[in-house]
């Protein structure tokens, strides 16, 4: 017969023999690494997009800066 | 005729929960009206939380008055909106435009809410499972690291965490508590030598040009690079699109004073409401409260250490102290970092270096709060 688990659904212990329950915790304990994983990617990329973003802004800024400036000055001389 | 005197006797139904948040409410009022600590916020939300809290009132019950507030402006992510478009027309960029390098110490300082984010899905379904946090939860409690109310409430309710109240409370809370949190942080993290470091002033004034440029600029580079943060910085530069536009004054103080006082109440009331003992009584919720601190406090570190490398490389001409106002708590932490420049050395004045960092970490706060609502469901 052919079954299917849900990964959230736990497998009561009796049920499992000794190979099994050893995959059964091995994929529960990779499960576990796993939603770290996650969670360590979620950290890493968050803060290099908030850098990128930012950075590109600064540029952006700094670029608005040079352009702007000028012309100001121009006013200030014709007026 | 048949009526039994508990179906319409309050205090016969209290439960020790609704006494504990009774109590909580009326703390919550006397900090706001007694200690003045963000009375704006604190009486709204105290006097919310004590309706919310008396039986068979109703008022945070389904058709309840501050259910369908909820329902209307939290639900809908409308109120933090809102708030964000008054925020935008009160606050001046001036002194960040000034010092566009302050918008590095803005992004390191946000480190604190992906730290406190992996700690506590750490805690959570992420490996120790000690606590009921899920993802979204975990991005919502690091969301608190944003020292930003309206950015708190906006990404938890996107998330749907089972802790927007607590969130919420905990953010605006420790906002107030921004004198006491960041000082001792900032003194062992940097010397008296370093604390006493003068900044030269940045000499001449911003163009209007500039200033009416540069929130249209923002919202295009921000929600081109991170779409997910276009609503709130779409809002908060809108705001103050209409302070500088100079054409518009009336829609300015419209938004600077109705807007804001009117959005207050109804959102501070509105969170009050949402604190019915049954969902904030938990043991995660004393847990939300304690990763807040740990999130505004890994904000400051991170804001320091950038400052300190910025001044290392700047030739000791950047006073690292202003990395921590790159947390977004404007103005508190700007005069934190002034209060401590002035102990250190009488003749320090660092307030408006101070205020750059500020205004940075508030656009900052904002595309942090977009990264994780892109970020997350990725990873769900």
């Known amino acids: 017969m052919i079954f299917s688990l849900d990964s959230n659904t736990p497998i009561p212990t009796n049920a499992l023999t000794p190979t099994t329950a050893l995959l059964y915790y091995n994929n529960l304990a990779r499960q576990e690494r796993s939603r770290m994983l996650n969670a360590l990617w979620i950290v890493l990329l968050g803060m290099a997009i908030i850098f990128a973003v930012l950075g590109i802004l600064l540029l952006v800024m700094i670029l608005l800066g040079k352009l702007v400036r000028p012309r100001d000055k121009q006013e200030k001389k014709d007026k | 005729m048949d009526i ?98 302050t918008i590095l110490l803005g992004a390191a300082a946000q480190f604190g809410i992906f730290g406190t984010f992996f700690l506590a899905y750490l805690l959570g ?48 809370s420790y906002m107030a508590l921004v004198p006491i949190i960041q000082p001792p942080i900032i003194k062992a993290m940097c010397s008296k030598e370093e604390r006493s470091l003068k900044m030269t002033s940045v000499a001449g004034t911003i163009s209007q040009r500039t200033k009416i440029l540069f929130p249209i600029i923002t919202v295009l580079v921000v929600g081109l690079v991170a779409p997910k943060a276009t609503p709130l910085i779409g809002c908060l530069m809108f705001g103050n699109l209409l302070r500088e536009c100079g054409v518009v004054e009336r829609l300015s103080l419209a938004a600077q004073n109705e807007l804001a ?39 400051t570190v991170a804001g320091v250490l950038l400052g300190k490398l910025m001044s290392v490389l700047s030739g000791r001409k950047i006073n690292p102290m202003i990395g921590a106002c790159g947390i ?12 401590l420049g002035l102990e250190a050395n009488p003749y320090n004045h660092l307030l408006m270096h101070a205020a750059g960092a500020n205004v940075a970490g508030q656009i900052a706060s904002v595309v942090a709060g977009g990264v994780m609502l892109m970020l997350v469901p990725m990873f769900i």
């Open chain 2, 261 to 299: 006082n009117i959005v207050t109440i109804l959102l501070g009331i509105t969170v009050g409401g949402m604190m019915s003992g049954t969902e904030f009584l938990r043991p995660e919720t004393i847990l939300v409260f304690i990763l807040g601190i740990v999130a505004f406090s890994l904000d």
């Open chain 2, 328 to 339: 977004s708590a404007f103005p508190m932490s700007s005069r934190v970092v002034q209060k």
């Open chain 2, 4 to 101: 039994a005197i508990g179906e319409f006797l309050g205090f016969l139904n209290l439960t020790w929960q609704a006494v504990v948040m009774l109590v909580i409410g009326g703390v919550l009022m006397w900090l706001g009206i007694a200690k003045k600590v963000e009375p704006v916020l604190l009486v709204p939300i105290g006097f919310g939380c004590v309706l919310a809290n008396i039986p068979l009132g109703g008022a945070a019950e389904v058709g309840g008055f501050l259910a369908v507030l909820r329902e209307a402006g939290i639900k809908t992510e409308i109120f933090p909106l809102l708030i964000f478009i008054a925020i935008g027309a009160m606050i001046d960029f001036e002194p960040f435009l000034q010092r566009p390098y």
């Open chain 2, 125 to 172: 379904d992420g490996w120790l499972q000690v606590l009921d946090f899920s993802l979204q939860d975990a991005a919502s409690i690091g969301i608190i690291g944003s020292a930003d109310g309206p950015t708190s409430i906006y990404v938890a309710t996107v998330l749907q965490s089972k802790y927007t109240a607590a969130i919420v409370v905990a953010a605006y």
